[in-house]
């Protein structure tokens, strides 16, 4: 079994930062991929940043020279450094991660539970 659990989220105001963090844990053999993505009410999900193992970050243009994503492939996990938020960043942010569990399998993505963002004053 494969688990992914957020952690950082909260209510922050304007201009505010928050860091987001995501542990996968459970049987892995190894993690390709991991990202973030939102989902604002009415709204689909969609990529805020992701970034490959050993590769490029790529971030969405809305959140460019604001957030930040890194990650700690030790601890296979992912963070999310948001800064100067804005309340259209309100969301449930959700953490993904392409991995496989054997040598023999190929790479699945996997989500997290999500965790709320509200940027409000």
């Known amino acids: 079994q494969v688990q992914l659990v957020e952690s950082g989220g909260g209510l922050v105001q304007p201009g505010g930062s928050l860091r987001l963090s995501c542990a996968a844990s459970?049987?892995?053999?190894?993690?390709?991929?991991m990202g973030w993505y939102r989902q604002a009410p009415g709204n689909e999900r969609e990529l805020v940043a992701r970034?490959?193992?050993?590769?490029?970050?790529v971030y969405a243009d809305s959140v460019k020279g604001r957030f930040t994503i890194s990650r700690d492939n030790a601890k296979n996990t992912v963070y999310l450094q948001m800064n100067s938020l804005k309340p259209e960043d309100t969301a449930v942010y959700y953490c993904n991660a392409e991995l496989k569990r054997s040598r023999y399998d190929g790479y699945l993505g996997y989500w997290g539970q999500g965790t709320q963002v509200t940027v409000s004053s």
């Open positions: 970034v490959p193992r050993g590769g490029s970050p």
């Open positions: 459970g049987t892995i053999y190894s993690i390709n991929a």
